[in-house]
């Protein structure tokens, strides 16, 4: 999660101020802007950003979800 990886840095910097911009999603990967010590009043520019999602998807899977 994103908080475990805010952990991490924190015990890296020696619990110096640390933040991210934002959690991923679960089933995503991608970026996770982290920010230390003052930079992290930089962080906001990066929260009301666009998220872009790249998938594939297999027409040819048939499943019944069961769903009314």
Aim: net charge negative; charged share 30%; no cysteine.
């Amino acid at each position: 999660t994103s908080y475990e990886i805010v952990e991490k840095i924190k015990r890296v910097f020696w619990n110096e101020k640390v933040g991210h911009s934002g959690t991923l999603d679960p089933m995503a990967s991608g970026l996770l802007i982290i920010g230390i010590w003052k930079d992290t009043k930089l962080l906001w520019k990066f929260l009301g950003a666009d998220k872009e999602y790249e998938t594939t998807i297999d027409f040819s899977i048939y499943s019944d979800t069961w769903d009314l």
